[in-house]
Nanobody, 121 residues
Framework: QVQLVESGGGLVQPGGSLRLSCAASGSISSVYAMGWYRQAPGKQRELVAL???????NYADSVKGRFTISRDNAKNTVYLQMNSLKPEDTAVYYCNAKLRTRDSVNYYNYWGQGTQVTVSS
């Protein structure tokens, strides 16, 4: 059983900062990719930032220069440092990992429960 547990969401004023964390736990053999998506009310879920299998990063254009994804491989944890937050960043942020468990030869997608980020004055 794999669990992704997120933390760090909340209410922040425009221009402020938040740091999200996501820890993957369980019988994990290998992590192919891990990162963050978000979903605003009435909109589709979208990629925010992601570590790919080769260790490179992908960012949504809307967050480049403001958000930074980092990771601790030993802890199977990723972080999202969000600076210069804007009201349009308001959404539920979901952690996602494509990983393989010790009893599987295939990689599967796993999602966290989501954490609310609200940017408002």
């Amino acid at each position: 059983q794999v669990q992704l547990v997120e933390s760090g969401g909340g209410l922040v004023q425009p221009g402020g900062s938040l740091r999200l964390s996501c820890a993957a736990s369980g019988s994990i053999s290998s992590v192919y990719a891990m990162g963050w998506y978000r979903q605003a009310p009435g909109k589709q879920r979208e990629l925010v930032a992601l570590f790919t299998s080769g260790g490179s990063t992908n960012y949504a254009d809307s967050v480049k220069g403001r958000f930074t994804i980092s990771r601790d491989n030993a802890k199977n944890t990723v972080y999202l440092q969000m600076n210069s937050l804007k009201p349009e960043d308001t959404a539920v942020y979901y952690c996602n990992a494509k990983l393989r468990t010790r009893d599987s030869v295939n990689y599967y997608n796993y999602w966290g429960q989501g954490t609310q980020v609200t940017v408002s004055s």
